[in-house]
């Protein structure tokens, strides 16, 4: 099963857990493997629409994914959620 690392700010939802397995073929069924296990992750990583919410990427692998929810994953797959990081100077 892939490997999810959970970012900081969601390892209230997973009890403090830094890293997870949970079945997927995409990032997609990932997130809703997810959220059944760990209700409330699903609505902070997605959009109304199902979609990553903006300001989150997701890298599949040591690459960030251009196809985002569609991303296929295989059993060794490592996934990271990144939010994005703004500020700063101009």
């Known amino acids: 099963m892939p490997v999810v690392w959970i970012?900081?700010?969601l390892?209230?939802?997973?009890?403090?857990?830094?890293?997870?397995?949970?079945?997927?073929?995409?990032?997609r069924q990932v997130v809703?493997?997810?959220d059944g296990r760990y209700p409330g992750i699903g609505a902070r990583l997605r959009d109304e629409e199902g979609r990553l919410r903006p300001g989150i990427s997701v890298a599949v692998d040591g690459k960030v994914s251009r196809l985002r929810?569609?991303?296929?994953?295989?059993?060794?797959?490592?996934v990271h959620f990144l939010p994005?990081?703004?500020?700063?100077?101009?």
């Open 11 to 27: 390892r209230e939802l997973t009890a403090g857990q830094e890293q997870v397995t949970v079945p997927g073929e995409t990032v």
């Open 7 to 9: 970012p900081p700010l």
């Open 32 to 34: 809703e493997s997810l």
């Open 84 to 90: 994005s990081i703004s500020g700063g100077q101009r």
């Open 69 to 78: 929810m569609r991303q296929p994953l295989t059993e060794k797959s490592e």
